[in-house]
């Protein structure tokens, strides 16, 4: 990994709260954006649930599910969450913020792991690297694995944990909602 690329990794964490924090602060929530936000971020909730489980991290190459349309669904799902959050705290503010803060680390973090998956599958991610996107889903996913949805990974990947953040940050901007009135 390179230096620049360790950078973003560590400090993506760190930058992380002080961005949401100041989201929070900026956001102005009214009801119909609340609920429209919410409806987005579920369905990035919901990719990334079914990502979780299809993925056994450091033990087999993720191809099947949501990984035969796009190599980065749980990305993709985490921009729909903050798409999603953006619309709930109705603030052009927020919004920025969010999506800075996905540009500036989202790549760097897709580049690492990537490098990652080619060291430790080799052909294997390259061939399938080759035949999925990296972000941008394509709606015909390639038919590299016949595997099934395992609510055992689900839990094992702890996604539920998205779940429950996801819940709290909606109860703060209907909080906030009713607050600002």
């Known amino acids: ?12 964490v760190r930058v992380g709260y002080p961005v949401g924090i100041a989201a929070f ?27 979780a489980g299809h993925l056994r991290k450091h033990k087999q190459l993720a191809t099947s599910g949501p990984y035969a349309c ?3 669904p749980l990305y993709v799902g985490s921009v ?9 705290s109705h603030s052009w503010t927020s919004a920025a913020l ?7 680390f989202y790549p760097a973090v897709i580049r690492r792991e990537e490098k990652e ?3 430790l599958y080799g052909a294997a991610f390259v061939e399938y690297a080759a035949l999925v996107p990296a972000f941008w889903p394509r709606l015909s996913g390639a038919k590299l694995s016949g595997e099934r949805f395992s609510w055992l990974l689900y839990r ?23 607050w600002w009135k």
């Open 98 to 104: 969010l999506a800075a803060y996905l540009l500036v």
């Open 25 to 51: 602060c900026f956001a102005r929530p009214q009801p119909k954006w609340l609920l429209c936000g919410v409806g987005i971020a579920a369905l990035g909730l919901l990719l990334r649930g079914y990502a």
């Open 117 to 119: 998956l080619k060291a």
């Open 70 to 72: 796009t190599r980065n």
């Open 1 to 12: 990994m390179s230096g620049a690329t360790d950078f973003w990794i560590r400090w993506r």
């Open 156 to 178: 094992r990947n702890r996604e539920y944990e998205a779940a429950i953040g996801l819940a709290l940050a909606m109860a703060v901007l209907g909080f906030l909602m009713v």
């Open 80 to 88: 729909l969450l903050g798409a999603g959050f953006a619309v709930a």
